[in-house]
């Protein structure tokens, strides 16, 4: 297969105070397109961003030790860090990613009279649950258990109120390994446009053609926000029954199970599914 490649280069560079560095970068391929919504962080600080549609970021990292890691990736390409220590010293002019090779799966057929199965979490009474961060690249997800092989053509999000400004979102498909999110399922982004209020958001992706075998994690994460910017004031319809809800706090966090208390909160969130 063709190895596609992108470069990730560094701007500029800046020292803020004693203790933080501003990296301010671009994220383009080898023929100068840029790389839209990259995901940028820290992962044991906890921090991180996304790129914007032009693939430029911003990211402050504070109190980093020289061995941490800043770990950059975008869906259908190889990862690839660097340490604080390597960015201190000299910062590369440009980083190739080699396209991400999906492993061949066992090939599943749908059968033409299969029906469609709504899967998933419904929304129940009145609660709802929030981004757990408030930095680009937050996400939360469900867990989604499959009895045999399904195609998804669809995806339901319920908004229970946005007070900010009109925002766009990720729809990330991840394996369920170990009970927590694993790999990214999908050979390229699912990139939505949620307006503000209340409202039922569809999303068909029929030209996916994803048919998954496993359970699987369904996620929403934020890689974009137009005017005011109010993360903690989106919320998505729930139950307190549907529970787990996995977050990340920001673009490369490790994934945790939402603090709900003695509640079960379960984000109402599905897809439909035929089989």
Not at 103 to 117: I, M, P
Not at 125 to 148: C, D, H, M, W, Y
Not at 212 to 224: M, S, T
Request: with cysteine; net charge positive.
């Amino acid at each position: 297969m063709k190895q596609a490649t992108f470069s990730l280069i560094i701007l500029t560079v800046l020292t803020v105070g004693c203790f933080a560095q501003q990296i301010e970068s671009r994220v383009v391929d080898l023929q100068g397109k840029p790389i839209a919504f990259a995901s940028v962080g820290v992962p044991a600080l906890k921090i991180g961003t996304v790129a914007d549609e032009k693939g430029r970021f911003t990211l402050i990292i504070s109190k980093a030790l020289p061995a941490q890691q800043l770990l950059v990736s975008a869906v259908g390409y190889q990862p690839q860090e660097f340490t604080i220590a390597s960015l201190r010293e000299s910062v590369p002019a440009a980083v190739r990613l080699a396209e991400r090779i999906m492993q061949l799966r066992d090939v599943s057929v749908v059968s033409k009279r299969s029906k469609a199965h709504r899967l998933g979490n419904k929304p129940g009474g009145v609660a709802n649950i929030s981004f757990g961060g408030e930095s680009l690249g937050t996400e939360l997800g469900i867990p989604i258990r499959l009895k045999q092989a399904a195609l998804i053509k669809e995806v339901n999000i319920i908004l229970d109120d946005n007070y900010s400004d009109s925002l766009q979102i990720r729809i990330n498909f991840y394996a369920l390994i170990d009970g927590k999110p694993g790999e990214n399922l999908l050979r390229r982004s699912i990139v939505a446009t949620l307006p503000a209020g209340k409202q039922l958001f569809s999303k068909d992706i029929s030209a996916e053609q994803l048919v998954l075998q496993n359970d699987f994690v369904l996620a929403v994460e934020l890689v974009n926000m137009y005017g005011k910017k109010n993360f903690g004031q989106v919320f998505f319809k729930a139950g307190v029954t549907n529970g787990p809800t996995f977050i990340r706090v920001s673009s490369q966090a490790p994934w945790e199970k939402a603090d709900d208390g003695p509640f079960n909160i379960g984000a109402a969130f599905s897809v439909i599914a035929f089989y």
